[in-house]
């Protein structure tokens, strides 16, 4: 019995750590993705466009496998809300930068074509602002559902007692502020990159952070895990 225990313990530290390693890569790679493709505006250099697509890629990846990591531990306190949480993280907001990094791609054509003189400028500019509007209107539903899977994430953390209920209780108010963010930008009372807007998403940004870095060096409580492991032995009984 003990050395189940033992070994149970020791497969969720290594669930933890690399939980908190796929929020640092991931967070990475969105960084670097909108560095390539640019904050304000979508770039026009094709070598530019490829390295974001790639970093877009890495972080979906990155990010849909937490959900996926988490799930077997998650619906031990409450399947529903976990099943949630990784339809939204894992599977809608994944298609999301799928879509927008396809987007990307089809411009790095569009803009290649345009160089090589198989489109004319009137063309070019016509399916230049096509894909333009599909990104931005593609990142607006983004904007709403990653915020949505967070909330679901962080009332499980925060109910299961995993971490210090400091960080999830932190993360469900900076998930709430980033709702908050995108909507003031949907409905043009704040612009992209303002110092508000700015404000407004960093909490989120510092949380994932600490979180990730206390998954890694601490792990779960182990009080919580025994308590979750308990709960599910009485519910098979």
């Given at each position: 019995?003990?050395?189940?225990?033992?070994?149970?313990?020791?497969?969720?530290?290594?669930?933890?750590?690399?939980?908190?390693?796929?929020?640092?890569?991931?967070?990475?790679?969105?960084?670097?993705?909108?560095?390539?493709?640019?904050?304000?505006?979508?770039?026009?250099?094709?070598?530019?466009?490829?390295?974001?697509?790639?970093?877009?890629?890495?972080?979906?990846?990155?990010?849909?496998?937490?959900?996926?990591?988490?799930?077997?531990?998650?619906?031990?306190?409450?399947?529903?809300?976990?099943?949630?949480?990784?339809?939204?993280?894992?599977?809608?907001?994944?298609?999301?930068?799928?879509?927008?990094?396809?987007?990307?791609?089809?411009?790095?054509?569009?803009?290649?074509?345009?160089?090589?003189?198989?489109?004319?400028?009137?063309?070019?500019?016509?399916?230049?602002?096509?894909?333009?509007?599909?990104?931005?209107?593609?990142?607006?539903?983004?904007?709403?559902?990653?915020?949505?899977?967070?909330?679901?994430?962080?009332?499980?953390?925060?109910?299961?007692?995993l971490i210090p209920r400091w960080i999830s209780g932190w993360g469900f108010i900076a998930a709430?502020?980033?709702?908050?963010?995108?909507?003031?930008?949907?409905?043009?009372?704040?612009?992209?990159?303002?110092?508000?807007?700015?404000?407004?998403?960093?909490?989120?940004?510092?949380?994932?952070?600490?979180?990730?870095?206390?998954?890694?060096?601490?792990?779960?409580?182990?009080?919580?895990?025994?308590?979750?492991?308990?709960?599910?032995?009485?519910?098979?009984?």
């Open positions: 019995m003990n050395m189940i225990k033992e070994r149970s313990h020791g497969t969720k530290r290594k669930t933890a750590i690399i939980v908190g390693a796929l929020y640092i890569i991931g967070t990475v790679a969105g960084i670097l993705s909108k560095v390539f493709i640019g904050f304000t505006k979508v770039t026009t250099n094709e070598n530019q466009i490829i390295m974001a697509a790639l970093s877009g890629l890495i972080m979906a990846l990155a990010l849909a496998m937490v959900p996926v990591m988490m799930f077997p531990i998650l619906k031990k306190h409450n399947e529903p809300l976990a099943l949630g949480y990784v339809i939204y993280r894992g599977a809608l907001e994944t298609v999301t930068t799928i879509l927008m990094v396809a987007g990307w791609l089809f411009l790095a054509i569009v803009n290649q074509e345009y160089i090589t003189g198989t489109l004319d400028a009137s063309n070019f500019q016509t399916l230049r602002t096509l894909l333009l509007k599909g990104h931005d209107s593609i990142n607006v539903i983004s904007q709403i559902i990653f915020p949505l899977g967070a909330l679901m994430f962080y009332a499980l953390l925060f109910k299961s007692k709430i502020l980033w709702i908050t963010n995108a909507f003031l930008g949907i409905f043009g009372l704040i612009i992209q990159w303002s110092p508000i807007q700015v404000i407004l998403s960093m909490p989120i940004f510092f949380q994932e952070m600490v979180m990730a870095v206390w998954l890694i060096v601490k792990g779960f409580n182990p009080s919580a895990i025994a308590a979750l492991s308990a709960k599910t032995n009485i519910n098979e009984i």
